[in-house]
């Protein structure tokens, strides 16, 4: 059976999510903890650990003893990845595994936003990225660069534009919204003890992202602000995808737990990705990105995918074959 069965891992902002699948089985399993942090890059050893947990798990719970190609679709890469060899060789000290190909969060979202079409995929999570490709010639990446210098539109994004207009509301400056003033104080107690975690210990990027939901539901409770933030998120997220189509056919997409909300982001991002492009056509994501995961690892087992870097990186058994062929 190993031959047949893959794995499939997505790992990003929100946690870690497994499938393994094969001819006649499926199993899924979560780990809700963000990838671990090491000085600003991704902890190597504790993510190969975290993940061989899940896969574990969801294989033992099938009877699958070894996994024959491994999908992995992680956030971070490469700018906070120095080395794909390194984690590929730690996945194999705690996973019996045949092929390992690790890829960036965008090709996943990708992968299971348009089923190996050809387009351009708007990821939008506790980040923001476009990745535009038809999986041969052209490879365009828009935004992803972190909160500091991008991820215009995405979760901690929308969480920090919220959190910004409750803070103004305290103060009783112009574009405050009383109504996340509120709800930043059911969520947290004393905005003002809010602002000293912050300073005492960074905040990581999902911790705004936790506030974005707030932010919608007070948009749908009628806020005119928190509306104006999301109708704002979904236009960067539009110039971010037209950003990233260059070459290719005006086939556009989504992925990414952010658009979850719906129309108040999705509505948005089509008017403006038509504004720009008025021949766009939209396909609705025909699955996640755990779903293109899954996808990674059965296309390069099938020859369909291979190796580029710095979007796809492929390892079968002791050996690195980056750029060696499928």
């Not at 790992?11 to 990838?35: F, K, Y």
């Not at 087992?301 to 492929?314: F, T």
Request: glycine content about 14%; aromatic content about 6%; charged content about 20%.
């Amino acid at each position: 059976m190993s031959n047949k069965t893959f794995a499939g891992v997505d790992v990003g902002g929100g946690g870690i999510r497994t499938r393994i699948t094969g001819s006649d089985m499926r199993a899924e399993r979560r780990h809700t903890a963000v990838p671990p942090d090491a000085n600003g890059m991704i902890d190597i050893e504790a993510l190969a650990s975290a993940v061989a947990a899940t896969v574990n798990s969801a294989a033992r719970s099938v009877n699958v003893e070894r996994v024959g190609n491994l999908g992995i679709g992680l956030t971070g890469l490469p700018g906070r990845i120095e080395d794909p060899a390194r984690l590929a060789e730690a996945l194999r000290a705690h996973i019996d595994v045949g092929t390992i190909v690790i890829a960036s969060d965008a090709l996943t979202g990708h992968l299971g936003s348009l089923a190996m079409g050809s387009g351009t995929v708007v990821a939008a999570g506790t980040g923001a990225i476009a990745l535009g490709t038809d999986l041969d010639r052209i490879w365009n990446q828009a935004d992803g660069w972190g909160l500091l210098f991008g991820d215009d539109g995405g979760g901690a994004w929308v969480g920090m534009c919220g959190l910004r207009a409750a803070f103004r509301a305290l103060d009783g400056r112009d574009h405050g919204s009383p109504a996340l003033l509120d709800r930043l104080r059911r969520k947290w107690g004393d905005p003002r003890g809010l602002v000293s975690r912050s300073y005492v210990g960074r905040l990581p990027a999902s911790f705004l992202a936790d506030f974005a939901p707030s932010v919608a539901r007070a948009a749908r409770a009628g806020d005119i602000v928190a509306a104006s933030i999301w109708r704002q998120a979904g236009t960067r997220l539009a110039q971010t995808a037209v950003a990233a189509s260059a070459g290719l056919g005006p086939v556009f997409s989504w992925s990414g737990r952010l658009f979850a909300v719906g129309g108040l982001l999705v509505d948005p991002f089509k008017e403006e990705v038509l504004r720009m492009v008025p021949s766009a056509a939209f396909v609705t994501p025909s699955g996640t990105s755990l779903d293109g995961a899954v996808t990674l690892a059965v296309a390069q087992g099938a020859g369909r995918l291979r190796a580029r870097e710095p979007y796809v990186y492929v390892f079968r058994g002791d050996f690195d074959i980056r750029n060696r062929g499928a």
